[in-house]
């Protein structure tokens, strides 16, 4: 039973444009959710993240939507940057856990 | 300050054969995560600790076990490999305060012949 799914497994932006990237859950107990940010032989890191209390944390660039009716959030990258080419993993953890369920992962490509 | 580091980084075994896979880190973490990443799969937690001596199973623990016998260390074991294990392996740690905000080691890549 897979509890967090993003369903694109990949997505093309042309540089400087949007890229908006999703996520949806099924466990109504996950109330904090982070994006990974992951390139090719290297661990994930960590990139910005919202907890239930809020539908909106913006850093930079960067900003993610939770819509908890939907369970679904987003991750939008604007202006995307030929670095920004990543798989990027939706992760969720719920109160009192002491572990992240993630995604499946999507794999974002800027192009020039 | 490393972070967290991981080792090999590289490891092809034949099918039954045994090894152990290291993660350190040197962040004071209390907890340690070990996942397997395939594709399209994500990343499947298989056995993590919340502190020194302590270890819990994840999503995928069949045909692994763990030990932390120091804070900065979490060992992850395959007794018996099966080409089935072949994947990237991760560690993760992360500080009893910083909920759920894991710092990711720069994987092991395991092939299982």
């Known amino acids: 039973d897979q509890q967090v799914k993003q369903n694109s497994p990949s997505l093309s932006v042309q540089e400087g444009r949007i890229s908006i990237l999703n996520c949806d859950y099924t466990n109504s107990m996950f109330d904090y959710f982070l994006w990974y940010k992951k390139y090719p032989a290297e661990g994930p890191t960590f990139l910005i993240s919202?907890?239930?209390?809020?539908d909106k944390n913006e850093d930079g660039r960067f900003t993610v939507f939770l819509n908890k009716s939907a369970k679904h959030l987003s991750l939008h990258i604007v202006p995307s940057q030929p670095g920004d080419s990543a798989v990027y993993f939706c992760a969720a953890s719920a109160q009192g856990a002491q572990k992240l369920v993630f995604g499946q992962g999507t794999r974002l490509t800027i192009n020039p | 300050n490393a972070g967290v580091t991981q080792t090999p980084k590289f490891r092809v075994l034949k099918t039954g054969q045994s090894m152990t896979l290291l993660c350190a880190q040197d962040?004071?973490?209390?907890?340690m995560y070990w996942y397997r990443q395939d594709p399209g799969m994500g990343l499947r937690l298989i056995h993590y600790s919340v502190g020194e001596g302590t270890t819990a199973k994840g999503e995928v623990p069949d045909g692994y076990n763990v030990s932390r016998l120091k804070k900065q260390n979490f060992l992850l074991g395959l007794e018996s490999a099966a080409p089935s294990q072949t994947s990237v392996y991760f560690c993760?740690?992360?500080?009893?305060?910083?909920?759920?905000?894991?710092?990711f080691g720069p994987g092991t890549r395991l092939t299982v012949l």
């Open positions: 919202i907890s239930s209390i809020k």
């Open positions: 993760a740690s992360r500080g009893t305060y910083s909920y759920n905000e894991q710092f």
């Open positions: 962040m004071n973490h209390e907890y």
